[in-house]
């Protein structure tokens, strides 16, 4: 028996709970929601980790309907669901969800021996590439990169045929802004892989043994999406020469993870580890070593840069009336990102506020001459 008084939590119980008992008991639930009616259809859409953080994305690739249909009906029978509901998995990915779409009949229902299950084939639950997924025919210039990324396609398109001699960790090193992401991104996209996108300093955890964690996690996950690609950026950032690490404080948990993730993988799980950075010369040598294969990217040369501006032009909103030959030899040390977002992009929203139908000369040396001090070409560029 409840006991007045002015206790809040009382009032609340009083004026909330006890009329919707009373409505409850009112107007009973109807009776085929007691009991669930046997489910002939439940669709399931792949929901991710309720709690993973990590930049990433959890694609399921399920290449037999039928098997994936036994494996749900065993693991999940006798389940009462709805639409809506949401289903943990338990085995090959623990606590990955799935969110029931749909059920036949609606309403209420359990999975039995009879219920058929399948998974929604959309788009989005294919791999995904953050930010635009690039191709290997977008990316300028880098031939050798092109040449030496030919292998690891071939691996990770069948990852069977390379037996110990399979390419495994990569070391991509140069400037900002000369694609090395974007390389990451078409790699992934050409061989259909997972790509895990993460920077070297999101493996820092808060306390011992997090960052290790993280990174055993991580290759797990890679590991039950094969095949896949561990695009790892900043690495410079936890794998300094250890004669700098006192600058960045004690990161060596994560570089030793690291380092022994990088030596256990096996050779013919599909799983490619790529890391990213700009200063391949004050990186820990016992980290360094353990990439058989560095890939350098350097800033486009001359040719290159035509290219570029070519290229990037032919996807401006707003025609080009202007040479390029002086752009060629004004964005010397410019890398890909510097012509497109600093060059180009400047110049067009110049063009867009003087409300001029093209880019013109104008609105590309203004670009050029808005550059911080000391990247600037030199002023005999513009007479
Ligand atoms: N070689 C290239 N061909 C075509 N586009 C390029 C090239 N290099 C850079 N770009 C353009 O610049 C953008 C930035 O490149 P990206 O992010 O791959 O550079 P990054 O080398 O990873 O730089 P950072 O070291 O700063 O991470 C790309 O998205 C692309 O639009
Ligand atoms: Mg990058």
Redesign the pocket.
């Known amino acids: 028996m409840i006991e007045f008084s002015e206790d809040e939590e009382i009032q609340t119980y009083l004026d909330e709970w006890v009329p919707f008992r009373i409505k409850e008991l009112k107007e009973p639930v109807p009776r085929e929601q007691e009991e669930a009616r046997p489910a002939r259809l439940v669709r399931l859409r792949p929901a991710g980790f309720p709690l993973r953080d990590i930049q990433k994305v959890y694609p399921i690739n399920v290449t037999n309907d039928r098997l994936f249909e036994v494996y749900a009906r065993e693991q999940w029978m006798g389940a009462t669901i709805r639409k809506g509901d949401f289903l943990f998995d338990s085995r090959a990915m623990p606590d990955f969800a799935f969110e029931v779409v749909k059920v036949l009949p609606p309403g209420e229902v359990s999975i039995t021996e009879e219920t058929v299950v399948s998974l929604e084939k959309a788009e989005a639950q294919r791999p995904l590439w953050m930010g ?1 997924s ?1 191709s290997f025919a ?5 031939q050798e990169v092109k040449d030496k990324c030919a292998l690891v396609i071939r691996y990770l398109k069948d990852p069977e045929s390379f037996g110990e001699w399979a390419p495994r960790n990569i070391l991509f090193y ?10 990451a991104k078409a790699l992934a996209k050409e061989t259909d892989s997972t790509l895990f996108l993460i920077r070297a300093t999101d493996l820092i955890g808060e306390f011992v043994g997090d960052g290790a964690k993280r990174i055993h996690d991580l290759y797990q996950s890679a590991l039950d999406t094969s095949p896949a690609i561990i695009f790892i ?1 900043e690495l410079d950032a936890v794998g300094l020469d250890r004669a700098f690490q006192s600058l960045r404080g004690d990161v060596s948990e994560v570089v030793n993870s690291l380092l022994s993730e990088l030596d256990g993988i096996k050779e013919n799980k599909g799983v490619v580890t790529i890391a ?1 950075t ?1 200063n391949v010369g004050i990186l820990d040598q016992a980290l360094r070593s353990r990439f058989e294969e560095e890939m350098e ?1 350097k800033l ?1 040369d001359k040719k ?1 840069r035509l290219e ?1 501006l070519r ?1 990037y032009i032919g996807k401006l909103p707003l025609k080009v009336s202007a040479g390029l030959g002086k752009y060629v030899a004004a964005t010397e040390g410019f ?3 510097d012509i ?1 977002d600093k060059l180009l992009k400047t110049a067009l929203h110049r063009a867009l506020l003087d409300d001029a139908g093209e880019i013109t000369e104008e609105h590309l040396d203004a670009a050029l001459k808005q550059m911080p001090k000391g990247t600037q070409p030199p002023k005999e560029m513009f007479s």
């Open positions: 635009t690039y977008d990316i300028i210039g880098h140069g400037p900002p802004g000369t694609g090395k992401t974007m390389t950026d990213a700009n990217f486009p290159e570029l290229h890398s890909g990102r497109k």
